[in-house]
């Protein structure tokens, strides 16, 4: 029987090795992982069974490379780790042989954008962080103090962003001294609005969203959609920040967080994996892509979602897996190395 071959987009980002190990450790056949990346020190490039360095998922030529790659290595189904690759992959998923597990286009483009995320929990009703669209000093200025500024703490983002680039929280108690001195990398830069003001251009420029800070816990509901309905989906926390990635995970059980996961990916129609992050009681970010995965010995999640997506699994069997999931389930990332000479 050929080994199924998958190709893993991304392969350097934190969780590609516990990835491409649960991929491997199935239960059921052999996968071969073929990884790929724009940095040739990629650590995919040590962990997969095959390798190709390939353009940035924002550059023009990168679906083209991904589409001569799976012809070179027999690919069955593209799994697509990272949310800059997304728009790129999903509007050209139709010219892949293989199945791209990715959502339609526009559903990438509405989660991608934290405006539209915004406006769209604010049609179905859910929960976020009061927010406007504003650009240049008078728009941020006048956009932070409608929300509550000085006298609460507001935060400003790109439109558009990837982890925790560009995030800001805005406080009027913010020790410009303390944040040079004593802030730890990894934490939220913390600045005041007159700090924050003179660096922005003084009309146009960048689109920023300034928002509600939301507090509270981190947990997000991760899973697999079909046609905008969750087949199989469990909740979780994200503790121990370190330098913006999750370091330690408890499951959960949290059907509030299901429900309101639910009509967000119904709204969206998202399909294969997604993950939907909240912060005390408000969403902050849709994102259509694999997470973060909470691993069982009895429940793979990512094996799963290839199984459906290749049509080995259908959508019933696939939720039948919901009753193995463990609450009691913990995970902790850490660090490791690997060695090679050359």
Not at 158 to 184: C, H, T, Y
Request: with cysteine; hydrophobic share 45%; glycine share 8%.
């Amino acid at each position: 029987m050929r080994p199924l071959t998958v190709l893993l987009t991304a392969a350097g980002v934190p969780g590609a090795a516990a990835l491409v190990r649960a991929l491997r450790e199935n239960g059921e056949r052999t996968v071969r992982i073929v990884g790929t990346d724009a940095s040739p020190l990629a650590v995919g490039r040590r962990l997969c069974d095959s390798f190709h360095v390939v353009p940035s998922g924002t550059e023009p030529g990168f679906a083209d490379a991904l589409a001569r790659v799976c012809e070179e290595e027999r690919v069955d189904a593209v799994l697509p780790q990272s949310s800059i690759e997304l728009p790129a992959l999903a509007a050209a998923r139709g010219r892949f042989e293989p199945p791209v597990l990715v959502a339609s286009s526009e559903a990438v483009r509405r989660s991608n954008d934290k405006a539209e995320t915004y406006a769209l929990l604010d049609s179905l009703g859910v929960r976020g962080p009061a927010w406007r669209r504003a650009q240049g000093r008078a728009e941020v200025e006048a956009a932070a103090r409608d929300l509550g500024y000085p006298g609460a703490d507001v935060s400003i983002k790109p439109l558009e962003s990837s982890g925790s680039r560009g995030f800001r929280i805005v406080s009027a108690s913010a020790d410009p001294l303390e944040q040079l001195l004593a802030a730890r990398p990894g934490d939220a830069p913390v600045v005041r609005l007159e700090d924050l003001l003179p660096v922005l251009p003084e009309d146009g420029g960048p689109v920023l969203l300034v928002m509600e800070l939301l507090r509270g816990p981190e947990r997000t509901v991760d899973g697999i959609a079909r046609g905008g309905r969750i087949v199989l989906g469990h909740a979780k926390t994200r503790e121990a920040v370190r330098a913006g990635l999750a370091m330690y995970f408890r499951t959960l059980d949290a059907p509030e967080l299901l429900d309101a996961a639910g009509a967000i990916v119904a709204e969206l129609e998202l399909d294969h994996f997604f993950n939907v992050q909240f912060l005390g009681d408000g969403v902050v970010e849709v994102n259509p892509r694999i997470s973060t995965v909470v691993y069982q010995e009895d429940l793979n999640v990512p094996y799963l979602g290839l199984k459906l997506a290749l049509g080995e699994l259908g959508e019933d069997e696939v939720a039948a897996h919901r009753e193995r999931v463990r609450t009691t389930r913990r995970a902790l990332r850490y660090f490791d190395q690997v060695e090679w000479d050359e």
